[in-house]
């Protein structure tokens, strides 16, 4: 069963990213050419997505974090709604990779007075996604496979998962997550 999301609320979520985006790359007095240099992504490409002409993929938005020092997750709750302690999941904020399908819900989004946040992830089937870099080393994750097949790199070692197991660890370098040519994957992931 997939995650459904209400294209409205897509476009909302994707003009609120293009909003924090520019504000962070103008808070810091980078130029779209500077920030392009250290993030990898193209001028053209940041100037798109700053006007939200285009959506990011997780990889791209990955590389920017990157370059700003903060986690996907950081960036997503500059976007999202003020901490509440009950989040019911009609309000779980989902975003969608329009490159792949990769589906994330903040289950329970980060907070500032939270350390942790749980993440609702799914994989279609023959994708994979790669991180460059992390955006604060030794960030620590705990990821429960729920269905499917999904085999996770981490600094260079790769981990084959199966429903029900859980790979803990801190994340320092790149990584990557595929799913096998005929089998999707969704995974809860636990952000410390």
Same mark, same amino acid.
């Given at each position: ?36 240099? =250290? !993030?990898?992504?193209?001028? $053209?490409?940041?100037?798109?997505? &700053?006007?939200? @002409?285009? #959506?990011?993929? %997780? ?45 994330? =819900? !903040?289950?329970?989004?980060? $907070?500032?007075?939270?350390?942790? &946040?749980?993440? @609702?992830? #799914?994989?279609? %089937? ?67």
């Amino acid at each position: 069963m997939g995650i459904q999301t209400d294209s409205a609320e897509e476009t909302s979520i994707d003009r609120l990213i293009a909003q924090r985006l520019r504000e962070l790359r103008t808070e810091r007095g980078w130029s779209l050419g500077e920030l392009a240099s =250290r !993030s990898g992504v193209s001028r $053209a490409t940041l100037s798109r997505l &700053e006007n939200a @002409e285009v #959506s990011g993929t %997780a990889s791209m938005l990955g590389k920017l974090c990157s370059a700003y020092g903060l986690p996907m997750s950081r960036l997503m709750r500059m976007v999202e709604s003020d901490f509440a302690p009950v989040v019911r999941r009609d309000a779980q904020p989902v975003w969608i990779d329009p490159g792949n399908g990769f589906h994330r =819900r !903040s289950v329970s989004p980060p $907070a500032q007075t939270l350390a942790g &946040e749980t993440l @609702e992830c #799914s994989l279609p %089937a023959g994708t994979q996604i790669t991180y460059d870099a992390t955006p604060r080393p030794g960030l620590e994750h705990h990821l429960v496979l729920i269905e499917g097949r999904l085999a996770v790199t981490v600094d260079g070692q790769t981990h084959e998962l199966r429903p029900g197991d859980c790979l803990r660890y801190q994340l320092f370098g790149a990584s990557a997550f595929v799913t096998p040519p005929r089998l999707a994957a969704r995974y809860l992931l636990f952000v410390v």
